[in-house]
Each structure stands twice: as C-alpha cells, then as structure tokens.
C-alpha cells in the first residue's frame, strides 16, 4: 500500500515512545491501585464476616444430611432456638444417632462458649420444616424459656456476633423476617425462644448496637 504524508522525524518519534512510555507506566500504576484496592476490599469483606471463636463438636453423622450450601440451596434465615437442656445434655442429644436432631451452633449461658456440631455447608435438623431446614442456620442457647436467668449477656454478646457473621457472610439481612425464633417457623410446635428472650435487645447487638424493627 502506497504511504501517504510526510515521514515523521526522528524526533517525533522519540516524543511519541516517551508519551507510550509514560501512557503505559499510568496505566500499570492504575491497574496496581485497583489490585490494591479490590484485595483491600476482600479484607474489609473478610473483616465484616469474623466469626466469634468456635469449637467444633461434631454432631453424629445420622443426625443431620451432608450438602454443598449455599449452591445446593441458599442460606436465607438464622433459626434460633432454646435448648430446654443444659448444655452438656444437649450435645449428647446431637451425638446420638437415633436422635435425628441436630443445630449448626449451640451457645452457652455462663460464658458464650459457641460449639459447632454442623458444618454451615450441611442440612441441620433444627426447625422442623425441610424447607427451612434446607435454607437456614439453626443456633440453639442453653437454657429453659420460661428461666430468664439463663439468658446471659455473655450468651447474648456471643450469639449476635455469631449471627451478625453468619449474615455477612451470606448476605442475610439482619431483621427479625430473616432472623427468627423456632416458634415462627411455618408448622413448628415449639414455642422457643420465649417471650422471656429479648429480640430488641438481641437486634440491637447483632446490628451493631443500631435498632432495627421487622422489615427494616
């Protein structure tokens, strides 16, 4: 093909290598800010989701079912419960194979100690409802609902940082439609938490101290 116009000078052809030189020096500072800035922001995501500190005391394996969550279903709601046992007596209840039974987390009353018995990835049977089942985190509390004394704040610190955790994590809103007590599970025909357990109080914490209404 035939060229057209006056050949560039040698000059401008070392202002135009500067000019790329630089374009391109831009370009790798801009692409390393925005590195930076995205692995800052998987911190901060990372940050947000800590988890209180658990201790993993596996349930038996009859008592719960082995899944993939959230791709095999999605984690909508946190179920809490109230075990109406100590805590010793319901963690034998979760080891025993011909129970059927089991929760994600179960919190102690004198001092907030989390143990976890079912993997957050695994079908717990807590809320009595497969479909709930399939699509929450079940977290009992040690104690009795009529027996306010059990409801600690050590418990109450404990468990709200877990289930702020739980709901960054899986981008569950932090209100009473997605966190709910057994009693509101659709069919369920137990009555825990209680009308002694505290939701505004519990809301407040697990929303950072802020409160929040149902809905909100």
């Not at 932090?174 to 109080?201: C, F, M, S």
Request: glycine share 6%; charged share 25%.
């Amino acid at each position: 093909m035939e060229a057209h116009g006056r050949t560039p000078t040698r000059r401008a052809l070392l202002r135009s290598g500067a000019y790329l030189a630089t374009a391109a020096t831009g370009l790798a500072a801009t692409a390393a800010t925005a590195t930076t800035a995205h692995a800052d922001d998987r911190r901060r995501r990372r940050a947000a989701a800590a988890y209180p500190p658990t201790h993993w005391i596996p349930a038996s394996t009859s008592n719960y079912r082995v899944s993939s969550r959230p791709t095999s279903y999605p984690i909508d709601f946190i179920v809490i419960h109230v075990t109406q046992e100590t805590f010793p007596d319901a963690m034998k209840i979760f080891q025993d194979p011909a129970k059927q039974v089991s929760a994600h987390y179960m919190v102690a009353s004198a001092d907030g100690y989390i143990g976890q018995f079912v993997r957050e990835k695994d079908v717990a049977w807590h809320a009595g409802n497969k479909d709930y089942n399939n699509r929450s985190i079940g977290i009992e509390h040690e104690g009795w609902v009529d027996d306010a004394k059990w409801f600690t704040d050590a418990m109450y610190a404990s468990s709200a940082a877990l289930t702020a955790a739980v709901c960054d994590r899986y981008g569950i809103p932090k209100n009473r439609d997605h966190i709910i007590g057994h009693v509101e599970v659709p069919g369920a025909d137990h009555t825990d938490p209680g009308p002694l357990w505290d939701w505004d109080r519990y809301m407040r914490l697990v929303n950072g101290g802020s409160r929040v209404r149902r809905g909100v």
